[in-house]
Protein backbone atom coordinates (compact mmCIF):
# COMPACT_ATOMS: atom_id res chain seq x y z
CA UNK A 1 0.00 0.00 0.00
CA UNK A 2 2.57 2.57 0.76
CA UNK A 3 4.95 1.61 -1.81
CA UNK A 4 1.97 1.90 -4.75
CA UNK A 5 0.77 5.44 -2.85
CA UNK A 6 4.26 6.60 -3.28
CA UNK A 7 5.53 5.61 -6.86
CA UNK A 8 1.63 6.62 -8.11
CA UNK A 9 2.38 10.08 -7.62
CA UNK A 10 4.60 11.95 -10.62
CA UNK A 11 6.36 14.36 -8.26
CA UNK A 12 9.96 15.08 -8.64
CA UNK A 13 10.35 12.59 -5.35
CA UNK A 14 8.86 10.22 -6.09
CA UNK A 15 10.98 10.00 -9.56
CA UNK A 16 13.97 10.76 -7.78
CA UNK A 17 13.23 7.88 -5.69
CA UNK A 18 12.71 5.32 -8.23
CA UNK A 19 15.80 6.15 -10.33
CA UNK A 20 17.82 5.33 -6.94
CA UNK A 21 15.56 2.57 -6.79
CA UNK A 22 16.32 1.31 -10.42
CA UNK A 23 20.09 1.87 -9.39
CA UNK A 24 20.29 0.29 -6.10
CA UNK A 25 18.52 -2.93 -7.68
CA UNK A 26 21.00 -3.13 -10.57
CA UNK A 27 23.54 -2.83 -8.03
CA UNK A 28 21.83 -5.71 -5.90
CA UNK A 29 21.21 -8.19 -8.96
CA UNK A 30 25.24 -7.56 -9.92
CA UNK A 31 25.69 -8.69 -6.44
CA UNK A 32 23.72 -11.82 -6.85
CA UNK A 33 24.83 -12.69 -10.28
CA UNK A 34 28.26 -12.39 -10.16
CA UNK A 35 29.64 -15.32 -8.13
CA UNK A 36 27.66 -17.44 -9.74
CA UNK A 37 28.72 -16.47 -12.91
CA UNK A 38 32.39 -16.78 -11.29
CA UNK A 39 31.51 -20.31 -10.08
CA UNK A 40 30.68 -21.49 -13.29
CA UNK A 41 33.45 -20.01 -14.99
CA UNK A 42 31.70 -17.69 -17.24
CA UNK A 43 33.40 -14.65 -15.89
CA UNK A 44 37.05 -15.47 -14.36
CA UNK A 45 37.91 -15.23 -10.90
CA UNK A 46 38.52 -12.23 -9.08
CA UNK A 47 40.98 -13.29 -6.64
CA UNK A 48 43.77 -15.42 -8.94
CA UNK A 49 45.49 -13.42 -11.82
CA UNK A 50 49.10 -15.25 -12.01
CA UNK A 51 47.85 -15.93 -15.73
CA UNK A 52 47.55 -12.63 -16.51
CA UNK A 53 49.65 -10.31 -17.58
CA UNK A 54 49.82 -6.94 -14.67
CA UNK A 55 48.66 -3.70 -15.47
CA UNK A 56 47.47 -4.83 -18.72
CA UNK A 57 44.89 -1.72 -20.20
CA UNK A 58 41.49 -2.45 -21.14
CA UNK A 59 41.04 -4.92 -24.18
CA UNK A 60 38.74 -7.79 -25.40
CA UNK A 61 40.47 -10.05 -23.05
CA UNK A 62 40.07 -7.66 -20.15
CA UNK A 63 37.33 -5.22 -20.28
CA UNK A 64 38.70 -2.79 -17.47
CA UNK A 65 42.39 -4.00 -17.79
CA UNK A 66 44.38 -5.82 -14.84
CA UNK A 67 46.04 -4.79 -11.85
CA UNK A 68 49.26 -5.22 -10.24
CA UNK A 69 48.52 -8.59 -9.45
CA UNK A 70 47.08 -9.37 -12.78
CA UNK A 71 43.81 -9.83 -11.42
CA UNK A 72 40.67 -8.59 -13.73
CA UNK A 73 39.72 -5.38 -12.56
CA UNK A 74 36.13 -5.54 -14.16
CA UNK A 75 34.88 -8.77 -11.93
CA UNK A 76 36.49 -7.64 -8.75
CA UNK A 77 34.48 -3.68 -9.28
CA UNK A 78 31.58 -6.38 -9.81
CA UNK A 79 32.33 -8.99 -7.06
CA UNK A 80 32.53 -5.73 -4.63
CA UNK A 81 29.10 -4.65 -5.20
CA UNK A 82 27.95 -7.60 -3.59
CA UNK A 83 30.63 -6.95 -0.48
CA UNK A 84 29.84 -3.42 -0.35
CA UNK A 85 26.07 -4.19 -0.23
CA UNK A 86 26.72 -6.93 2.67
CA UNK A 87 28.52 -5.35 4.69
CA UNK A 88 26.21 -2.21 4.39
CA UNK A 89 23.13 -3.78 5.00
CA UNK A 90 24.10 -5.98 8.32
CA UNK A 91 25.72 -2.59 9.92
CA UNK A 92 22.59 -0.28 9.04
CA UNK A 93 20.15 -3.47 10.39
CA UNK A 94 22.18 -3.98 13.24
CA UNK A 95 22.06 -0.22 13.64
CA UNK A 96 18.85 -0.35 13.78
CA UNK A 97 17.99 -3.06 15.93
CA UNK A 98 20.07 -1.49 19.03
CA UNK A 99 19.51 1.79 18.36
CA UNK A 100 15.38 2.55 17.41
CA UNK A 101 14.81 0.32 21.19
CA UNK A 102 17.34 2.20 23.05
CA UNK A 103 15.70 5.30 21.64
CA UNK A 104 12.37 3.93 22.62
CA UNK A 105 12.95 3.27 26.06
CA UNK A 106 15.36 6.12 26.89
CA UNK A 107 12.54 8.78 25.75
CA UNK A 108 9.66 6.96 27.40
CA UNK A 109 11.16 5.61 30.85
CA UNK A 110 13.82 8.95 31.61
CA UNK A 111 15.17 9.34 34.38
CA UNK A 112 18.59 7.50 35.55
CA UNK A 113 18.89 5.16 32.78
CA UNK A 114 17.75 7.91 29.97
CA UNK A 115 20.58 10.65 31.02
CA UNK A 116 23.23 7.61 30.83
CA UNK A 117 22.20 6.57 27.62
CA UNK A 118 21.78 10.16 26.78
CA UNK A 119 25.15 10.68 27.44
CA UNK A 120 26.71 7.60 26.01
CA UNK A 121 25.51 8.22 22.47
CA UNK A 122 26.18 11.78 23.18
CA UNK A 123 29.53 11.23 23.91
CA UNK A 124 29.98 8.72 20.54
CA UNK A 125 27.88 10.93 18.47
CA UNK A 126 30.79 13.65 18.89
CA UNK A 127 33.23 11.95 17.33
CA UNK A 128 33.45 12.17 13.42
CA UNK A 129 32.30 8.99 11.94
CA UNK A 130 35.28 8.47 9.94
CA UNK A 131 37.71 8.48 13.09
CA UNK A 132 35.38 6.52 15.02
CA UNK A 133 35.24 3.78 12.77
CA UNK A 134 39.06 3.53 12.23
CA UNK A 135 39.35 2.85 15.79
CA UNK A 136 36.82 0.61 15.42
CA UNK A 137 38.09 -1.45 13.05
CA UNK A 138 41.78 -1.23 14.27
CA UNK A 139 39.99 -2.49 17.75
CA UNK A 140 38.32 -5.48 16.28
CA UNK A 141 40.51 -6.40 12.91
CA UNK A 142 39.67 -6.88 9.15
CA UNK A 143 36.96 -8.85 8.35
CA UNK A 144 33.37 -8.30 6.56
CA UNK A 145 31.92 -8.95 10.25
CA UNK A 146 34.15 -6.58 12.03
CA UNK A 147 33.79 -4.09 9.74
CA UNK A 148 29.84 -4.59 9.60
CA UNK A 149 30.00 -4.33 13.61
CA UNK A 150 32.47 -0.96 13.07
CA UNK A 151 30.20 0.63 11.40
CA UNK A 152 27.22 -0.68 13.26
CA UNK A 153 28.52 1.61 16.32
CA UNK A 154 28.41 4.87 14.41
CA UNK A 155 25.35 5.03 13.28
CA UNK A 156 23.53 3.42 16.45
CA UNK A 157 23.56 7.13 18.30
CA UNK A 158 21.69 8.64 15.41
CA UNK A 159 18.49 6.13 15.73
CA UNK A 160 18.76 6.72 19.03
CA UNK A 161 18.64 10.32 19.37
CA UNK A 162 16.28 10.78 16.02
CA UNK A 163 13.80 8.62 18.49
CA UNK A 164 14.01 9.66 21.94
CA UNK A 165 13.40 12.76 20.80
CA UNK A 166 10.57 11.84 18.72
CA UNK A 167 9.30 9.98 21.95
CA UNK A 168 9.57 12.79 24.40
CA UNK A 169 7.28 14.97 22.44
CA UNK A 170 5.16 12.05 21.54
CA UNK A 171 4.54 10.45 25.17
CA UNK A 172 3.23 14.38 26.29
CA UNK A 173 -0.17 14.12 24.07
CA UNK A 174 -3.44 13.41 25.84
CA UNK A 175 -4.09 10.27 24.26
CA UNK A 176 -1.01 8.96 25.78
CA UNK A 177 -2.48 9.71 29.12
CA UNK A 178 -5.89 8.80 28.19
CA UNK A 179 -4.56 5.02 27.56
CA UNK A 180 -2.25 4.80 30.96
CA UNK A 181 -5.42 6.05 32.76
CA UNK A 182 -7.29 2.89 31.33
CA UNK A 183 -4.66 0.83 32.38
CA UNK A 184 -2.58 0.06 29.34
CA UNK A 185 1.20 -0.84 29.90
CA UNK A 186 4.08 0.40 28.62
CA UNK A 187 5.19 -1.69 26.08
CA UNK A 188 1.64 -1.84 24.68
CA UNK A 189 1.40 1.62 24.84
CA UNK A 190 4.87 1.76 22.77
CA UNK A 191 4.08 -0.65 20.41
CA UNK A 192 0.57 0.93 19.99
CA UNK A 193 1.12 4.76 19.49
CA UNK A 194 4.36 5.69 20.11
CA UNK A 195 6.41 3.39 17.18
CA UNK A 196 4.18 4.16 14.59
CA UNK A 197 4.42 7.62 15.28
CA UNK A 198 8.62 7.93 15.37
CA UNK A 199 9.38 5.38 12.90
CA UNK A 200 8.52 7.85 10.20
CA UNK A 201 11.80 9.34 9.91
CA UNK A 202 13.77 6.38 10.03
CA UNK A 203 13.86 5.19 6.79
CA UNK A 204 14.75 8.43 5.48
CA UNK A 205 17.92 8.22 8.05
CA UNK A 206 18.21 5.06 6.86
CA UNK A 207 19.26 5.60 3.24
CA UNK A 208 21.10 8.14 4.29
CA UNK A 209 23.35 6.20 6.20
CA UNK A 210 23.24 3.62 4.15
CA UNK A 211 24.52 6.37 1.53
CA UNK A 212 27.55 7.04 3.94
CA UNK A 213 28.59 3.54 5.22
CA UNK A 214 29.14 3.10 1.44
CA UNK A 215 31.87 6.08 1.69
CA UNK A 216 33.20 5.17 4.91
CA UNK A 217 33.64 1.76 4.19
CA UNK A 218 35.48 2.61 1.57
CA UNK A 219 37.56 4.37 3.23
CA UNK A 220 38.78 1.91 5.57
CA UNK A 221 39.69 -0.05 2.64
CA UNK A 222 41.71 2.85 1.33
CA UNK A 223 43.28 3.07 4.72
CA UNK A 224 43.87 -0.66 5.00
CA UNK A 225 41.23 -1.31 7.77
CA UNK A 226 38.34 -2.65 6.27
CA UNK A 227 38.67 -5.59 4.93
CA UNK A 228 41.75 -8.63 3.34
CA UNK A 229 43.60 -7.57 0.39
CA UNK A 230 42.00 -10.75 -1.01
CA UNK A 231 38.32 -9.49 -1.03
CA UNK A 232 37.14 -7.96 -4.08
CA UNK A 233 36.67 -4.17 -2.18
CA UNK A 234 36.34 -0.30 -4.10
CA UNK A 235 38.30 0.73 -1.26
CA UNK A 236 41.41 -1.42 -0.68
CA UNK A 237 41.38 -1.45 -4.65
CA UNK A 238 41.64 2.23 -4.86
CA UNK A 239 44.58 1.77 -2.42
CA UNK A 240 46.50 -0.31 -4.32
CA UNK A 241 45.63 1.71 -7.42
CA UNK A 242 47.25 4.63 -6.12
CA UNK A 243 51.06 3.74 -6.25
CA UNK A 244 49.82 2.87 -10.42
CA UNK A 245 47.97 6.21 -11.34
CA UNK A 246 51.22 8.56 -11.66
CA UNK A 247 52.46 6.49 -13.92
CA UNK A 248 49.30 6.41 -16.41
CA UNK A 249 47.55 3.47 -15.33
CA UNK A 250 44.45 4.50 -14.83
CA UNK A 251 41.87 2.14 -15.00
CA UNK A 252 42.90 0.79 -11.73
CA UNK A 253 41.43 3.29 -9.85
CA UNK A 254 38.14 4.90 -12.60
CA UNK A 255 36.69 1.57 -12.65
CA UNK A 256 35.77 0.94 -8.26
CA UNK A 257 35.51 4.56 -7.72
CA UNK A 258 32.56 5.06 -10.11
CA UNK A 259 30.82 2.09 -8.75
CA UNK A 260 31.74 3.71 -5.56
CA UNK A 261 29.90 6.79 -6.83
CA UNK A 262 27.03 5.02 -8.26
CA UNK A 263 25.89 3.44 -5.25
CA UNK A 264 25.96 6.74 -3.36
CA UNK A 265 23.87 7.85 -5.99
CA UNK A 266 21.47 5.91 -5.84
CA UNK A 267 21.11 5.40 -1.96
CA UNK A 268 20.80 9.11 -1.61
CA UNK A 269 18.38 9.36 -4.46
CA UNK A 270 15.90 7.22 -2.32
CA UNK A 271 16.90 9.17 0.72
CA UNK A 272 15.85 12.30 -0.83
CA UNK A 273 12.61 11.07 -2.62
CA UNK A 274 11.79 9.46 0.65
CA UNK A 275 12.22 12.68 2.72
CA UNK A 276 10.13 14.79 0.71
CA UNK A 277 7.81 12.23 0.64
CA UNK A 278 7.65 11.02 4.00
CA UNK A 279 7.90 14.92 5.32
CA UNK A 280 11.38 14.29 6.59
CA UNK A 281 12.78 17.54 6.35
CA UNK A 282 13.56 17.91 9.83
CA UNK A 283 15.91 14.35 10.17
CA UNK A 284 18.95 16.09 10.45
CA UNK A 285 17.97 18.74 13.00
CA UNK A 286 15.97 16.02 15.26
CA UNK A 287 19.28 14.00 15.17
CA UNK A 288 21.71 16.93 16.33
CA UNK A 289 19.13 17.88 19.00
CA UNK A 290 18.25 16.93 22.39
CA UNK A 291 15.99 18.09 24.86
CA UNK A 292 17.73 20.37 27.71
CA UNK A 293 16.13 18.13 30.39
CA UNK A 294 18.15 15.20 30.30
Known sequence: MFLRRFFRGQTLSNKMALCGLLIVLLY????????????????????VGLDNPVFSPPSFAHWCGTDRL?????????????????VVFCAITLAVFIGVPLGLLSGYIGGL?????????????????????VVMAFV???????AAAALCVVYVPQYFRIVRNQVTQVKTELYIDAAIALGAG??????????????????????????????????LGFLGLGLPESVPEWGSDLNMA???????????????????FGLVIGLSLIGEGLESFLGGGEV???????????
Open 28 to 47: FCVAVTTPFLVELRILPDPH
Open 70 to 86: GRDVCIRTLEGSGVALK
Open 113 to 133: LDRILVLLMDTIYTIPVLLLS
Open 140 to 146: LGRGIIN
Open 186 to 219: PIWILRKYVLTNVLTSVPVLLTMNAADAVLVLGG
Open 242 to 260: LIAMPTGIWWTALYPGFAM
Open 284 to 294: VNKIGSLDDDC
